[in-house]
């Protein structure tokens, strides 16, 4: 599977496409999916300390990423890119009408990218998935 995606980059090309159009959009595309409304955010689950749904989403755009990206100056890249699509995307809801910027939204898009950082830092460490 871990093949897949480095083959296959487009995988995590169109990952991060989707993912910059919903987040983009004005209101919420998925909202307007699912309850017919575009100022409803549907929940995955309750926040905590983070906004869980941005969470779950840069914990699954970043391991995308891991799987795709498998060169050492390719990881580092990746890191930095993932980090930086954080924190922009998150400040462009200062100026997107029906969104509104949030801490705890930065906080889940960052903690989603970190996780990952560090467990595959574990991983390379350790050598966990070592034959």
Do not use: A, C
Request: no cysteine; proline share 2%.
């Amino acid at each position: 599977m871990i093949k897949l995606f480095s083959k296959y980059k487009i995988i995590f090309f169109s990952t991060n496409f989707l993912l910059i159009f919903l987040y983009l959009f004005p209101g919420s595309l998925l909202g307007w999916f699912i309850y017919n409304d575009v100022k409803i955010q549907p929940q995955i689950t309750s926040d905590f300390i983070v906004s869980s749904n941005h969470f779950y989403v840069f914990l699954v755009v970043s391991i995308i990423g891991f799987f795709t990206f498998v060169e050492k100056n390719e990881k580092q890249i990746l890191i930095v890119y993932l980090i930086l699509l954080s924190i922009i995307l998150e400040i462009f809801h200062l100026i997107i009408p029906e969104r509104s910027f949030q801490w705890s939204d930065l906080f889940g898009n960052l903690s989603g990218v970190i996780v990952v950082i560090f467990i595959k830092n574990l991983i390379n460490k350790y050598g966990f998935f070592k034959k």
